[in-house]
Nanobody
Framework: VQLVESGGDLVQPGGSLRLTCTAS????????LRWYRQGPGKERENIAS????????NYVEYVKGRFTISRDNAKNTLYLQMTALKPEDTAVYYC?????????WGQGTQVTVSS
């Protein structure tokens, strides 16, 4: 199993970024997926999730309306479109799926929101 995140960058407040997670080693289209983030000095937190088909999504309250999780099952790719970024969104962002008692993680991608 391999999850590889990309797309993190330094961006000004109010800016946008799209994160990408490419996956291999499992049947991507069968699995619900999640984005987590871990800010400086904070615990890792689940911020968005998506069902296997993409038909259902959920978000933590403080990213609703700003972040959009989506997936392309034909490309084995998960996305996180982030808009109206704030300094408090600064974190390492991880994609995740959970199967048979095991959490699978990528290496993370750094997002820094600063002027």
């Amino acid at each position: 199993v391999q999850l590889v995140e990309s797309g993190g960058d330094l961006v000004q407040p109010g800016g946008s970024l799209r994160l990408t997670c490419t996956a291999s080693g499992f049947t991507f289209s069968d699995e619900p997926l999640r984005w987590y983030r871990q800010g400086p000095g904070k615990e890792r937190e689940n911020i968005a999730s998506i069902s296997s088909t993409g038909g259902r999504t959920n978000y933590v309250e403080y990213v609703k309306g700003r972040f959009t999780i989506s997936r392309d099952n034909a490309k084995n790719t998960l996305y996180l479109q982030m808009t109206a970024l704030k300094p408090e969104d600064t974190a390492v962002y991880y994609c995740n799926f959970y199967q048979s008692g095991i959490d699978y993680w990528g290496q993370g991608t750094q997002v820094t929101v600063s002027s």
